[in-house]
Nanobody
Framework: QVQLVESGGGLVQPGGSLRLSCAAS????????MGWYRQAPGKRRELVAAITAGGSTNYADDVAGRFTISRDNAKNTVFLHMNSLKPEDTAVYYC???????????????WGQGTLVTVSS
């Protein structure tokens, strides 16, 4: 079985910074795309940022220039560096990975349990 465990959420003032981490563990042969999604109260889950194994990145328009996604392929870990945080960034942030457990298996999508980020004064 594979698990994604997030950490780093919490309360931060507007304009502040946070770094989220997500480590994948278990039977993992390879990970293709890793990403971060978020879901605010009453809203749909949305993509925040994603990164391929080769390092290509994609960002939502409202976080581009403020957030940076990175990954450590050797440790199966993905990070989200969040700067200039705004109250509207408040949400539960979920880690996501597209991975397979062996060369003969297909890629499957795995989610973390989520970590709450609250931006408030």
């Amino acid at each position: 079985q594979v698990q994604l465990v997030e950490s780093g959420g919490g309360l931060v003032q507007p304009g502040g910074s946070l770094r989220l981490s997500c480590a994948a563990s278990g039977s993992i042969f390879s990970i293709n795309v890793m990403g971060w999604y978020r879901q605010a109260p009453g809203k749909r889950r949305e993509l925040v940022a994603a990164i391929t194994a080769g390092g290509s990145t994609n960002y939502a328009d409202d976080v581009a220039g403020r957030f940076t996604i990175s990954r450590d392929n050797a440790k199966n870990t993905v990070f989200l560096h969040m700067n200039s945080l705004k109250p509207e960034d408040t949400a539960v942030y979920y880690c996501n990975a597209d991975l397979r457990s062996s060369p003969s298996r297909r890629y499957v999508e795995v989610w973390g349990q989520g970590t709450l980020v609250t931006v408030s004064s």
